[in-house]
């Protein structure tokens, strides 16, 4: 399990080549809030536009790198339907609340966690939030209803039960 802000700053090289073609700027989440669709590539001399890497180019995640098929992977992100889709919408998840759709505060979004093979979120995590779970950090397994928005994130009201502490969930998995 990666935290997904692990990742920025990591080198983007091509496997073909061994060509470092940027750098990872950001991770791009679908709209459910469920999968790591790709990266948002940080070039240095690029100026025509957003470009990305879909997840699946991703051959693997290491410390200081991410390993890509090769410089074709690189596009234009007005070119990848999905992943324009996202830009379009301009949903950002950072500092955005995560409330159930009855109302209560689950803390302010920090952070997500993925499966680095698959790009599959597993996890959110939480600062602050309100009544009895309030904890300085938790963590919200993947719920299956989720719905960002500009300001807030709204999960179903089932979502609140499954919230755990940080530390105890990092251990778990």
């Known amino acids: 399990m990666l935290k997904g802000s692990e ?8 496997r073909d080549g061994g060509e470092q073609v940027g750098k990872v ?38 410390e200081d790198t991410l390993v890509i098929d090769s410089k074709t992977s690189v596009a234009k992100a007005s070119e990848v339907p999905d992943m324009k889709d996202v830009f379009d919408r301009g949903n950002v998840l950072a500092g955005v609340r995560v409330r159930t759709t009855d109302g209560r505060d689950l803390g302010k979004f920090e952070a997500f966690y993925f499966d680095e093979t698959s790009g599959r979120i597993l996890g959110y995590e939480l600062s602050g939030g309100s009544g009895r779970k309030r ?8 719920p ?25 969930a990092l251990k778990q998995s």
Do not use: C, M, N, Y
């Open 144 to 168: 299956a209803s989720f719905e960002a928005g500009k300001d807030v994130a709204f999960v179903s009201p089932e979502a609140a039960d499954t919230v755990q502490d940080l530390k105890e």
């Open 135 to 142: 904890r300085s950090r938790s963590f919200l397994p993947t």
């Open 25 to 62: 700027q950001d991770l791009i989440v679908d709209h459910k809030g469920s999968q790591v669709l790709g990266v948002l590539v940080d070039e240095k001399g690029w100026f025509s536009g957003a470009h990305v890497v879909r997840w699946p180019a991703v051959l693997s995640v290491g």
């Open 7 to 14: 990742l920025i700053h990591r080198l983007l090289i091509t």
